[in-house]
């Protein structure tokens, strides 16, 4: 069955630097998506992109975050400026299309731990 | 608002029936999700329920839904030593179709 694919496992970076979490969405997917999980608290939505643009974004998802797609396969989420705060469970999400009826597939997940 | 709810522990015997509840708040969702995480995994999906049906049956997984109540169950039959992980109750509003809200998931522990 395909799968949304994730790397790296886990990432360790110290404070202010960037980060670039990659995913491998499921390939007659369109619509994207990134949450996080802070250890302990909830998944927590941070962006939607389709057709190469951001759909929504949540109030996380400030200046400091971007998404790209760089290539046919390739879903990228970078941050910027790296805080302790960051530190939490990265998870990437695929769907067919937009509705509901199509759900969204995720990835094991990116652990980031900021020094 | 939005908010969605569930137990954060239930432990059950081997080859008993598990429940899992879960309310939720945005009455104008529309779909409503049970996600399982094994540890060191991601997010599986199970099973999903349009907000215009009472209930749907997967083999072993039963969801039941009460639009009145917000309320979204989850049963498992036969559960079985696999069947331990948190599994999470999620939400779409019809006005964010993108935005799934979780619930803080439910422990599961499925004991001999």
């Known amino acids: 069955e395909p799968e949304v694919t994730q790397t790296p496992s886990h990432q360790v970076t110290q404070m202010g630097q960037e980060v670039i979490l990659r995913c491998v969405p499921i390939?007659?997917?369109?619509?994207f998506y990134w949450y996080r999980q802070i250890l302990g608290q909830k998944v927590e939505f941070l962006v939607s992109?389709?057709?190469?643009?951001?759909?929504?974004k949540s109030e996380i998802f400030d200046d400091q975050f971007s998404v790209e797609r760089p290539d046919g396969s390739n879903f990228t989420l970078k941050i910027r400026s790296t805080k302790l705060e960051d530190s939490a469970m990265y998870f990437c999400?695929?769907?067919?299309?937009?509705?509901?009826?199509?759900?969204?597939?995720f990835g094991d997940g990116t652990r980031l731990s900021i020094l | 608002g939005e908010d969605v709810e569930q137990s954060l522990f239930l432990s059950v015997r081997e080859g008993d029936s598990s429940v899992i509840n879960c309310t939720y708040t945005?009455?104008?969702?529309?779909?409503l999700y049970w996600y399982k995480q094994e540890p060191g995994a991601g997010l599986q999906l199970l099973t999903y329920?349009?907000?215009?049906?009472d209930m749907k049956q997967d083999q072993r997984l039963t969801v039941l839904l009460n639009k009145k109540d917000k309320h979204l169950s989850l049963r498992i039959a036969d559960t079985q030593t696999g069947d331990s992980a948190i599994y999470f109750c999620?939400?779409?509003?019809?006005?964010?179709?993108?935005?799934?809200?979780f619930g803080a998931g439910t422990q599961v522990v499925v004991t001999p």
């Open positions: 999400a695929s769907s067919v299309s937009g509705g509901g009826n199509q759900p969204q597939h």
């Open positions: 992109f389709y057709n190469n643009e951001i759909s929504e």
């Open positions: 390939s007659n997917h369109l619509y």
């Open positions: 329920i349009f907000s215009n049906m």
């Open positions: 999620a939400e779409t509003p019809t006005d964010s179709w993108g935005k799934l809200q």
């Open positions: 945005d009455s104008s969702s529309t779909y």
